[in-house]
């Protein structure tokens, strides 16, 4: 912690201006939500879940199951496919840790319907602008389903681990690796978007997250093999810097990766670090992983929560700065962190504390809307700014609230499961009758240019052109 945060960060002598005035000017909010107890944050919770599928309309008649309003592309609304996934996923954890079923039927519906004819999260709508990243969220949501032990869709349908796995074998497949910059996962799946010469850190850390959390589940080395090596490629590439473990976004393999885009975003340190605390538990505890796990979590606390509260660096000091798909972060961090705690339980004390305080902060803020308890994206401030500043409607604000909430509840929460006490059924062919990348996909249509990471293409100059002309040009 710095020892003079005062002069380290002048506006908060500002801020604390501003919320001593405010509380003698009549009429300024308080926020409603409470944190105090057990129940008043399960209220808290049940609140903020209640508002976030306000934004959510898959469950219409008409509309599509499974994703937010979007994609941005087709001047649908303001989110990409991958979102909805991240928000399916944020509700398998609201359950897991509240016991609220009221979004369970609405979540399964929705993680079922995005899963495509192969049963991979390779839904043709979205092949042509597909992601490793976006592909892998959807993954990610069913692994959490079957180590949460959401109950299981109906025989017959996909199963949540069999999923992760389909997702994991096409990823895991040799089509989507390649020899340049001495291996790793593109960012793009077809070789025609733009991205496909990216190289990137959330890429790779969805499939390195994800074998870890199957090793864990299944105890197949197979997985931890995969693990080992990409954590490995992220480190010999330098998206980890050596020295102090900060997590970069990503290079290009004309230039061998070498020419590291050192952006920090706050979900590609705290997905290794989950990642890794998962090789941690399943090595029984290794040194490695262990040094692995400390060291992220040291960089994570210094440049993501310097007073304790989750920050954005790349975008947050600058309104209006963050896209739509950053606006969503923070959630991520929270749940990814609590999860932390409980696989590499020596970390509890040091993480908790920090997610409480991140908490209160983030819940202060949310005193916006007509409801008067709308949240924004700016905690540290403490003061609600409407989403619309940032060009968004708010869903990913209000689902980092709702994240960090109900994450505050892990303690009392089960471990993840494994094969021995979970509920959900394997399948090692899962992924193998994916189509590859190589088979022609659909033709590129106005709007499926720009997937998950679409952030990282804003802030790699050279990129924007190529992008906005194949994005909007039709
Ligand atoms: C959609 O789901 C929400 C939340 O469960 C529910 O309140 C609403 O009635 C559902 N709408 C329809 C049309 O089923
Ligand atoms: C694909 O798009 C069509 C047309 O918008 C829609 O009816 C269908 O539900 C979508 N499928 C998926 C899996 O999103
Ligand atoms: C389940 O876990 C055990 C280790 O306890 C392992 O031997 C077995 O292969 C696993 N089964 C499956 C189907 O993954
Ligand atoms: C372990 O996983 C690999 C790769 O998915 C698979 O080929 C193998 O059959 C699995 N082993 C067991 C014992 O399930
Ligand atoms: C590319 O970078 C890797 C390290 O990431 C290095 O081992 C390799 O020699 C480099 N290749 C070329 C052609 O420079
Ligand atoms: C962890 O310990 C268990 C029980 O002693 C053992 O069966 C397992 O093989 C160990 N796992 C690893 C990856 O060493
Ligand atoms: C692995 O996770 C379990 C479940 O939380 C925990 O009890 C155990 O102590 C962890 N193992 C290590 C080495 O920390």
Request: net charge negative; aromatic share 12%; charged share 20%.
């Amino acid at each position: 912690m710095a020892t003079t945060p005062a002069l380290k960060s002048p506006s908060r002598w500002l801020t604390a201006l501003l919320a001593t005035t405010s509380c003698l000017l009549p009429g300024a909010r308080a926020t409603v939500y409470k944190l105090g107890t057990k129940a008043e944050i399960k209220e808290s919770a049940a609140t903020l879940a209640y508002d976030l599928m306000l934004y959510y309309k898959g469950n219409q008649s008409g509309e599509i199951p499974g994703i937010l309003p979007g994609p941005p592309t087709e001047h649908k609304g303001d989110y990409y496919w991958w979102e909805g996934g991240a928000m399916m996923g944020t509700y398998v954890d609201y359950w897991f840790l509240t016991g609220d079923e009221s979004y369970n039927k609405v979540v399964t519906e929705g993680m079922i319907h995005q899963v495509g004819p192969d049963e991979d999260y390779m839904p043709p709508n979205h092949t042509a602008s597909l992601g490793n990243d976006d592909q892998g969220f959807w993954g990610m949501s069913a692994m959490l389903a079957a180590e949460n032990k959401f109950p299981n869709p109906p025989e017959g349908q996909p199963q949540w681990l069999a999923l992760a796995q389909a997702v994991f074998h096409t990823q895991a497949a040799p089509e989507r690796h390649d020899n340049t910059c001495n291996g790793g996962l593109r960012w793009q799946v077809p070789p025609m978007n733009a991205g496909y010469n990216y190289k990137n850190t959330i890429a790779n850390g969805c499939f390195f997250d994800l074998g870890a959390r199957l090793a864990a589940y299944t105890f197949n080395q197979s997985y931890a093999d995969w693990a080992d090596k990409t954590f490995q490629w992220l480190w010999d590439v330098g998206y980890i810097d050596h020295k102090d473990w900060r997590v970069y976004d990503g290079g290009h393999v004309e230039h061998n990766c070498t020419d590291i885009n050192k952006a920090q975003f706050s979900y590609n340190a705290a997905l290794l670090l989950h990642g890794s605390a998962f090789m941690y538990n399943y090595t029984n505890g290794s040194e490695i992983w262990k040094t692995r796990v400390d060291k992220l979590w040291e960089g994570m606390h210094r440049d993501f929560f310097e007073d304790d509260i989750a920050y954005e660096i790349p975008c947050e000091g600058r309104k209006g700065a963050c896209t739509a798909d950053m606006l969503s972060f923070k959630g991520y961090v929270h749940r990814w962190l609590s999860v932390v705690t409980k696989v590499a339980p020596h970390t509890r004390d040091k993480i908790l504390p920090v997610l409480r305080t991140s908490t209160e902060a983030a819940v202060k803020q949310c005193t916006g809307g007509d409801t008067g308890r709308r949240c924004g994206f700016y905690w540290r401030e403490g003061v609600y700014v409407d989403p619309a500043v940032d060009k968004t409607s708010g869903a990913g604000e209000q689902m980092n609230v709702l994240a960090a909430v109900s994450s505050l509840l892990i303690d009392d929460a089960p471990p993840p499961a494994n094969n021995i006490t979970g509920l959900s059924k394997p399948n090692y062919n899962a992924g193998s009758r994916s189509r590859g990348p190589s088979e022609p996909l659909a033709p590129i249509t106005n709007g499926d240019r720009a997937g998950a990471a679409i952030l990282t293409i804003l802030i790699l100059g050279s990129a924007v052109g190529s992008w906005a002309w194949m994005s909007f040009g039709d």
